[in-house]
Nanobody
Framework: VQLQASGGGLVQPGGSLQLSCVVS????????IAWFRQYPGKEREFVAL???????IRYADSVKGRFTIFNDADNTVYLQMNRQRPEDTALYYC?????????????????????WGQGTQVTVSS
């Protein structure tokens, strides 16, 4: 499974940006696809999850109501980011995993994902 993330860039506070993650190499209809972000010198933190296996969607509290995760029929998962804030500035990664997990908050942990795309930089600044 390969993931290709794109769509990062510079946006003003209050603006919008859409990230894309193209998944290839395997049918991913039962996979969980997530977005994480990483600040310099920090661990990757969970942003949003779309579990294609059971249809569940989860968001970090810091992005609820501003970010939306969704997919299309062409193996692409998107992260629509609206009303962006300077604190959204980070390197964003998409990740995927197809395994069964034994606890309910597994999706927040980067180590639970087997596949990662390269990062795409998002900068929110005036």
């Amino acid at each position: 499974v390969q993931l290709q993330a794109s769509g990062g860039g510079l946006v003003q506070p209050g603006g919008s940006l859409q990230l894309s993650c193209v998944v290839s190499g395997r049918t991913f209809s039962s996979y969980a696809i997530a977005w994480f972000r990483q600040y310099p010198g920090k661990e990757r933190e969970f942003v949003a999850l779309l579990n294609l296996g059971d249809g569940s969607i989860r968001y970090a509290d810091s992005v609820k109501g501003r970010f939306t995760i969704f997919n299309d029929a062409d193996n692409t998962v998107y992260l629509q980011m609206n009303r962006q804030r300077p604190e959204d500035t980070a390197l964003y990664y998409c990740a995927a995993d197809g395994r069964t997990h034994s606890y309910s908050t597994w999706y927040k942990r980067p180590e639970e994902y087997a596949y990662w795309g390269q990062g795409t930089q998002v900068t929110v600044s005036s």
